[in-house]
Structure formats: structure tokens, C-alpha cells
């Protein structure tokens, strides 16, 4: 297959680069490369290398800073996909997008499901969900998996923040009324995988994500709150000294809003493609293990 990949220099694109490789011909492409706030750029581009799949792990995640930055957070996160899906539908291709748990407000006490509608607290789900509505007005074969908490050993993100302060601080303050799921960008990539390689197996990719596309939540398995995903990576990595201490979001304010429930069920995906990803806490330590 020729395959686009979306968000090379990204955390989750660049988990998916060696997966990808066995697959095609992977030509992955960052922010240096395309801008994806410039939509006729994308079109350009995308009818430049005719990928017969799209997979668009690149998104605007600045979370606070698209609070003062809508117009920028839009264009990528609920534009920018909408186009690439209608190139992939022009070239007879089909689209992976990855979406997120922050298009819900998190009021619900029970794990959201597909069919839930959407509410956003703030920006950036906002965008999300726009990307979302994009894909699928386009009527491409497209499958968005919506996933939450993402982490790993590259990029920016909440894992690598408490390394880092768990070593520099000797008392960390973490908010412990969110809930959600961690998600290991390793585990989420090899899923992807594993569902491109289904469709390969099967003859053709494209028909596979016709016949299974739609909305999808993957994440981890369980759930737990900041600060427990905090105390237990603490307990894995002896050098992380500081001292932990829970407190409520009331106590640390940031310009935009976070659901208090971010719990996402993964029936569907489980049921539909026969994809389960291992508990958070299993995925925690495998992903610790690649650590000096």
C-alpha cells in the first residue's frame, strides 16, 4: 500500500513510523513539511503522492493555548481533516483520524459510548469535534478513533511532565477528580496497525474500512484520575522522590476546561473489529521498561 502518514514528528506518528513500514510505501510528512492550516497546501500535497491510505495523527494539542489561538486550533483540528478525507475519497483511498475524549463534558457517571452526543468544554474539543463532523460529511471510507490521556517516551505529555518533576521537586501537586484512561501511543499504534493489516489480509484495505468504517473509542483498559496515574508511575521509577499530593481542579485553574469524566468504552471497537488494548497499569510498565 501507499500510505500518508499525518503528524510524523508528533508523538503518536512517530510510534506508528516503524509499525507503518512493513505495510507499503510509507511517506510520512510533519509540520516542517505541510502547514495544515493551509487547506489548499493539504490538497496540493495529498494529490502530489496518491496514498491509497490516509492516517492523520497530527492535531493542534495545546489544549490551554487554544483558548487565545481558536481560529489556529480550528483550521487544523476541525478543517484540515475534513480535506484530507475528501482528497482520500477523490483518489479512491480511505482515512484513519484520530480524535479524542475532550469532545464530551464529562457530566455523564458512566463511560461514554459512540453514540453519545458530543458537548465540549472548551476549544480544542470543540475543534476535535468539528474534524470529527468533517471526516464524516465526506461520505470517504474513513474510521476516527476517539482515545484519551495519550502518552509515551516522545513528545509532550503528562507522563514525561512527572518524570521530569517527580526528579527536579520535592513536593507535586495533581489533580485528583478527572478520570480517564491513559493510553500508551505504542498500543494505540499497533492497534492501527493490526486493523490495516486485517483489511490487507482480506484483499483490499480500502473495502475493509468501507465495510468497518465509522466512530470508534480506543483506549486502555480501566481507568483512574491524575494523581493515581501519577502515585504509580512514581512507585515504578525509583528516582521520582517527590512528594505527591491530590488536590481538586478547583485548585488548579487553567484556561480551558476539563471533563471531570473521561472514561471512554471500547465495546464496540472489541466487538466490531476484535480489538482490546491491555490495562493502563500493564501498558505503563511496558513503556517504562524502554527507559534507561
Request: charge should be negative; include cysteine; aromatic fraction near 8%.
Amino acid at each position: 500500500m501507499d500510505i500518508l502518514l499525518m503528524g510524523a514528528q508528533g508523538q503518536l506518528g512517530l510510534a506508528l513510523q516503524p509499525l507503518l513500514a512493513g505495510l507499503g510505501t510509507v511517506h510520512a510528512v510533519g509540520r516542517r513539511e505541510l502547514d495544515l492550516s493551509d487547506a489548499p497546501a493539504i490538497r496540493q500535497y495529498v494529490q502530489q503522492w496518491r496514498p491509497q491510505l490516509i492516517i492523520n495523527a497530527a492535531a493542534y494539542t495545546a489544549v490551554d493555548r487554544a483558548e487565545s489561538e481558536p481560529q489556529l486550533a480550528q483550521a487544523i483540528n476541525g478543517i484540515a481533516p475534513g480535506v484530507l478525507a475528501e482528497e482520500a475519497g477523490h483518489l479512491g483511498g480511505a482515512l484513519i483520524h484520530f480524535s479524542t475524549d475532550y469532545v464530551f463534558d464529562g457530566m455523564l457517571n458512566r463511560p461514554y459510548v459512540e453514540t453519545d452526543e458530543p458537548h465540549p468544554l472548551g476549544v480544542y474539543g470543540k475543534s476535535k469535534w468539528l474534524g470529527e463532523r468533517a471526516v464524516q460529511a465526506t461520505g470517504t471510507p474513513a474510521v476516527i478513533l476517539r482515545t484519551s490521556w495519550v502518552y509515551g517516551l516522545e513528545g509532550s505529555n503528562f507522563l514525561k511532565t512527572m518524570l521530569r518533576l517527580g526528579q527536579e521537586r520535592d513536593h507535586v501537586r495533581v489533580v485528583n477528580d478527572q478520570w480517564g484512561a491513559p493510553t500508551w501511543t505504542h498500543s494505540l499504534a499497533q492497534a492501527t496497525v493490526t486493523m490495516i493489516r486485517h483489511g490487507i489480509e482480506q484483499g483490499n484495505c480500502v473495502q475493509y474500512m468501507q465495510q468497518h468504517q465509522g466512530l470508534y473509542h480506543l483506549t486502555n483498559s480501566g481507568a483512574t484520575t491524575w494523581y493515581e496515574f501519577a502515585r504509580t508511575l512514581f512507585a515504578l521509577r525509583p528516582e521520582c522522590t517527590a512528594t505527591l499530593t491530590a488536590i481538586p481542579s478547583s485548585e488548579y485553574p487553567t484556561p480551558a476546561q476539563r471533563p471531570s469524566n473521561s472514561r471512554l468504552d471500547n465495546r464496540k471497537i472489541a466487538q466490531q473489529l476484535g480489538i482490546v488494548l491491555p490495562h493502563w497499569k500493564d501498558d505503563l510498565q511496558e513503556c517504562l521498561r524502554e527507559l534507561p
